[in-house]
Nanobody, 126 residues
Framework: QVQLVESGGGMVKGGGSLRLSCAASGRTSRWYAMGWFRQAPGKEREFVAAIYKSGGDPYYADSLKGRFTASRDNAKNTVYLQMNSLKPEDTAIYFC???????????????????WGPGTQVTVSS
């Protein structure tokens, strides 16, 4: 079992920044990749970013490249999502998720993840 808890959400004006954290506990030595997703009211959950435990460049949704940056601290079992130049359309609940193994769906698909955090609300005002 892996438990995930997101933090760092809140309200910010357009153009501002937020840094989300996702702390993992439990059998954290097993994770393969961590992902960030978001879900706005009335919309499906969408992929934001993913990062591998072993290293390499993070993987981003094309529409968010350049504004969002994912990083990790393996010693703290924590991943981060730095969000800059925020826009009102970024308003959503942001979730982190843990993939224990590689899955053929790819890291942009919700089906690739085994555990999910409860989410943290991000609200961007205009």
């Amino acid at each position: 079992q892996v438990q995930l808890v997101e933090s760092g959400g809140g309200m910010v004006k357009g153009g501002g920044s937020l840094r989300l954290s996702c702390a993992a506990s439990g059998r954290t030595s097993r994770w393969y990749a961590m992902g960030w997703f978001r879900q706005a009211p009335g919309k499906e959950r969408e992929f934001v970013a993913a990062i591998y435990k072993s290293g390499g460049d993070p993987y981003y949704a094309d529409s968010l490249k350049g504004r969002f940056t994912a990083s990790r601290d393996n010693a703290k079992n924590t991943v981060y999502l730095q969000m800059n130049s925020l826009k009102p359309e970024d308003t959503a609940i942001y979730f982190c998720a843990c993939a224990l193994t590689f899955k053929r769906y790819g890291l942009g698909d919700v089906g690739s993840y085994d555990y999910w955090g409860p989410g943290t609300q991000v609200t961007v005002s205009s």
